[in-house]
């Protein structure tokens, strides 16, 4: 059942959170892993929080299903990202 001032509302404040700041973080982070760099703790801390949130954001695109493909887009990307990150701590750690 869809819920959409309440759902309008939450789409309005994830979607200037992604624009302004999670977007721009993880593309920053996607080019610090792909020049082969290991991740801050900080960096691990947005992606901690963003993984938390991940929940909430497949539930309200399943009640707004066009938001699914955004939502499966990001998802790609923060796996992208947190593969490489692995990947680069592998080799700087000889394992």
Do not use: C
């Amino acid at each position: 059942m869809r819920d959409s001032p309440k759902d309008a509302g939450t789409i309005q404040v994830m979607l200037n959170r992604l624009n302004n700041e999670r977007l721009p973080f993880a593309l920053k982070l996607k080019d610090k892993v792909d020049r082969g760099e290991r991740l801050t703790d900080h960096d691990m801390q947005f992606l901690s929080k963003v993984l938390e949130d991940a929940g909430d954001a497949r539930r309200l695109a399943d009640r707004n299903p066009e938001f699914q493909e955004l939502i499966a887009r990001l998802t790609s990307l923060y796996s992208e990202i947190t593969r490489k990150a692995l990947e680069n701590e592998q080799k700087s750690t000889g394992a």
